[in-house]
């Protein structure tokens, strides 16, 4: 009978089998595991040649094309290393490493837009990754897109938050876009995640001296000096703010001592040799300074301000003659701005090619080869036929190479992959919009192209006026300013943002760019009349006033404010008659305003008040009474004719119900006073008087220490006392404003600090509370101006 079990000789041989299999299946598995790891370990040390030959044999393997890009980008072959990325890329669209390679070797290869498709289309790939992020915000920032680079940055934030990196260039971005309080807290969190980082803490230290703060900015840039005494922009900046704060002379000459290591660090920059410059005349070491001053001439010829200080230098050391050239020197670059920014407007809003070719060489002549090149190529693009400027640019870009602009296109383009064309057409569109008075669509359509094209300071302009249109003053401003920063000679953006400060009470900012964009923009007779309303009042300019609104009145006849304005010039004047025939031409041309027809009233009151003009002024009043802004002032002069008729109790009677309406009206106390005279009322006379000379005493204690303080920008006591008056005045968030600077400027006023808070708080209680953000933005752009 057959045995049914195995032998044991049997049973061996087949654990053996079994064993062999394993160890057979066990090689398989890790072969087929570690295959695709030596696989690219074997791309990744193949040469040029094999990985080329790989490529022809494996056309759809995209690691093969990613690292033949790697080969080529080593050999210097950026436009094929580009194609290998791109090839790579298409293949295997997951591959965060391809699109970023891609998007990064374009950009060096000025591929611009094509850099722009890869990093955006890697971003929309792979949202989570802070890499894909942070790269796109780097090259966005490079290329001055910043509102889309800062929004990147912030999303490499989210995508990791201990990334100090990221919180970096969030924290530069928002300080380029001037959101000083975003910007400091993004820097403070890039310090803290990262605290050897100096250029964070470089950042933070300008963003604090942004907002008014030196003191810590100057703790910012000792902890930058500490960890990189030989970066020149550090002890330049570390230099200025000790040189802004020093009250000795030995606290001067430790900031002349930094600011001389950042020059012989940086001899090529001449904002070191300035700086150095004013340190050493701070000190009254005229000849060294002469000589600082001198060599930040010679790297920069036409900075206005170095031959300022070189001309008040030379006073100090006797030398009149050198003085007298380098005032002459200051005026003639001022001059050349001046007209640079005339024949610059005249090429934007003409097609005189003529004008564009008198520009660019304009710029030419003065060394500013940069924006001559850029000017003979937009000639040369809308008016092809023209060889002298075709010579003239050729000959100017072989001379001067280093003038070229980086790639052939702007920053609008390199922001976005859309034609130049499609970016005009969405503007005409907006504007279009704009025009029929749809401000909230408008806003929508311009967003649209701020998204699209961040580096548009056209469509920033056009955003801005329409914020204006809906009363939202903070991101108008924010966005008006960032116009202006891309392209400082947009009329429109100019003008609007000019209105904004003078609402706001920034006459002097407000005067400031109405003067400059009158002689940018000479026949504009809007712009030539909101220039002369900014200087209306100052008695040094009546007869510059004057030629302005008898300009902007030969331009368009048809404004009535033109007329009214012109009329209160010649008052001022003391040309009567002349004033009376300008009312009466405002009046004509809107019969039924309330304004002209209150402004004759009054001055047919005011000037030869017969009992024939008194009437004529009574019918003219009596039609504005009931009028809410103005029924106040007709009320007024209604009881002043009452007066002049000896008819007190009517007289009583119209007053006080002019200061009923209006408790600030100064002259109508006054007259009430003389009233209660008539009527035998003393008390109540005295009570009037005594509202009448409190009213003026304000008024002129206000404007006197306004005035002040604009020639003392750094005294807190000023500022206290201004926001005091502010605060009497119900003119809430200037005062909220004037406390806070003068507690960046004396941290430890303990009566500013009570004061702010007790003020803030009856406000916030209130529902009063104004948002500060806008006006203490155009606060410090103002004073940053000056």
Not at 21 to 31: E, N
Not at 35 to 42: D, K, L, N, Q, T
Not at 475 to 485: C, K, N, P, V
Request: aromatic share 6%.
């Amino acid at each position: 009978m057959t045995q049914s079990n195995d032998s044991p000789s049997r049973r061996k041989r087949l654990r053996r089998i079994e064993m062999a299999a394993l160890i057979v299946l066990g090689a398989v598995a890790i072969s087929l595991w570690t295959g695709p790891m030596r696989a690219e370990r074997a791309l990744k040390s193949a040469s040029f040649n094999e990985l080329r030959a790989l490529s022809r044999r494996q056309p759809d393997n995209p690691r093969v094309f990613y690292h033949l890009g790697v080969r080529l980008r080593e050999l210097g072959q950026l436009g094929p290393a580009t194609a290998a990325f791109a090839r790579a890329a298409v293949l295997d669209s997951d591959s965060e490493e391809a699109w970023l390679a891609w998007g990064t070797t374009a950009a060096a290869f000025n591929q611009n837009e094509e850099a722009f498709e890869a990093l955006t289309k890697c971003v929309e790939t792979h949202p989570r990754s802070e890499r894909a992020h942070l790269t796109l915000a780097l090259f966005l920032h490079e290329h001055f897109a910043l509102q889309r680079a800062h929004d990147e940055a912030v999303a490499a934030t989210r995508c990791a938050p201990e990334d100090g990196a990221a919180w970096r260039l969030a924290g530069v971005t928002a300080l380029e876009l001037r959101d000083l309080p975003g910007a400091e807290a993004a820097l403070a969190t890039a310090t803290r995640l990262a605290p050897k980082d100096w250029r964070s803490l470089l950042a933070l230290g300008q963003a604090r001296a942004a907002r008014h703060q030196p003191a810590d900015a100057l703790d910012a840039y000792r902890r930058a000096a500490q960890l990189a005494p030989n970066e020149a922009g550090v002890n330049l900046a570390l230099g200025q703010t000790l040189l802004v704060l020093a009250r000795t002379d030995s606290e001067a000459e430790a900031a002349q001592s930094i600011l001389a290591r950042a020059a012989e660090q940086n001899p090529g920059s001449d904002d070191a040799q300035l700086l150095l410059g004013q340190s050493l005349a701070r000190l009254r070491r005229w000849s060294e300074s002469r000589a600082a001053l001198d060599r930040a001439i010679r790297l920069r010829p036409n900075r206005s301000e170095s031959h300022f200080e070189l001309a008040r230098v030379c006073r100090q050391l006797g030398d009149s003659r050198a003085a007298e050239r380098e005032t002459a020197a200051h005026g003639r670059i001022k001059a050349y701005e001046e007209e640079r920014l005339n024949l610059g407007s005249q090429a934007r809003t003409g097609n005189d090619p003529a004008v564009r070719l008198r520009l660019a060489r304009l710029c030419a002549s003065h060394g500013d080869y940069r924006e001559a090149i850029l000017a003979y190529r937009t000639l040369l693009a809308r008016s092809p036929g023209q060889p002298a400027a075709s010579v003239e640019v050729d000959r100017l870009q072989r001379a001067h190479p280093e003038a070229l602009p980086e790639g052939e296109a702007g920053p609008a383009a390199v922001a976005s992959p859309a034609s130049p064309a499609s970016e005009a057409a969405l503007l005409q569109d907006a504007d279009s919009v704009l025009a029929r008075g749809l401000a909230p669509e408008a806003e929508r359509a311009y967003l649209q192209i701020v998204n699209a094209h961040p580096g548009s300071p056209r469509a920033f302009e056009g955003l801005g006026i329409a914020l204006v249109r809906q009363a939202r003053t903070e991101e108008a401003f924010r966005a008006l300013d960032r116009a202006l920063s891309l392209d400082s000679r947009l009329p429109r953006a100019q003008f609007a943002l000019a209105r904004l400060y003078f609402d706001q009470g920034f006459v002097d900012e407000a005067d400031r760019r109405m003067e400059i964009l009158t002689k940018q923009v000479p026949s504009d007779p809007e712009y030539l009349h909101a220039f002369a309303v900014c200087i209306l009042d100052d008695s040094s300019r009546y007869p510059q006033a004057e030629q302005a609104l008898e300009r902007a009145i030969s331009l368009d006849r048809r404004q009535p404010s033109y007329w009214r304005d012109l009329a209160k010039t010649e008052v001022n004047l003391n040309r009567i008659e002349k004033a009376e025939t300008c009312y009466r031409q405002a009046l004509a041309l809107a019969p039924r305003d309330a304004e002209p027809t209150l402004n004759l009233g009054l001055f047919l009151l005011d000037h030869r008040s017969t009992p024939e003009r008194r009437a004529e002024a009574e019918g003219l009043l009596g039609r504005v009474a009931t009028d809410g802004p103005r029924g106040a002032e007709a009320l007024m002069g209604m009881g002043r004719i009452a007066l002049a008729r000896e008819r007190g109790a009517e007289a009583e009677t119209r007053l006080q119900s002019a200061v009923k309406r209006d408790p600030n009206l100064a002259e109508a106390w006054y007259h009430l006073a003389r009233a209660y005279d008539r009527t035998g009322d003393a008390v109540r006379a005295q009570d009037c008087r005594a509202a009448f000379s409190e009213i003026t005493r304000y008024r002129k204690e206000l404007s006197e220490t306004e005035e002040l303080a604009r020639y003392s920008l750094k005294n807190p006591a000023l500022r206290l006392k201004l926001a005091r008056l502010f605060a009497r005045g119900g003119q809430n968030a200037r005062a909220i404003n004037q406390y806070q600077v003068c507690l960046h400027l004396a941290p430890k006023n303990a009566s500013a600090t009570r004061e702010l808070a007790a003020l803030t708080q009856r406000l916030q209680s209130e529902g009063r509370l104004p948002s500060m953000n806008a006006l203490n933005g155009m606060l410090l752009a103002s004073v940053k101006a000056h």
